[in-house]
């Protein structure tokens, strides 16, 4: 079992940074796979970002490629998400996920309550 709390999120300006951090509890956090996930009003989840469990590969969407970086620290338990050039299309509900290396959300075990990131124009 993986508890994942998000937070970091907020209200910036386009062109900005957030860092986004999710935490988890359990002691098997450093053998999980971890993902970020995005969902906007009235879209369907979409994927952001993987990290392996080693953190040695990760992996973007296209839309967040060079602007935003996943990264993992396994002493903290924590996986983070660097997110800069922040653009108005980035505004959504963020959120960790842990089990699996897929872009399909339906992969993952455990998803953490989500932060919301709203980007102003």
């Known amino acids: 079992q993986v508890q994942l709390v998000e937070s970091g999120g907020g209200l910036v300006q386009a062109g900005g940074s957030l860092r986004l951090s999710c935490a988890a509890s359990?002691?098997?956090?450093?053998?999980?796979?971890m993902g970020w996930f995005r969902q906007a009003p009235g879209k369907e989840r979409e994927f952001v970002a993987r990290?392996?469990?080693?953190?040695?590969?990760?992996y973007y969407a296209d839309s967040v490629k060079g602007r935003f970086t996943i990264s993992r620290d396994n002493a903290k338990a924590t996986v983070y998400l660097q997110m800069n050039s922040l653009k108005p299309e980035d505004t959504a509900v963020y959120y960790c996920?842990?089990?699996?290396?897929?872009?399909?959300?339906?992969?993952?075990?455990?998803w953490g309550q989500g932060t919301q990131v709203t980007v102003s124009s």
């Open positions: 996920a842990a089990g699996s290396s897929s872009r399909d959300p339906r992969m993952y075990n455990y």
């Open positions: 359990g002691r098997t956090f450093r053998s999980y796979a």
């Open positions: 990290i392996s469990a080693s953190g040695d590969s990760t």
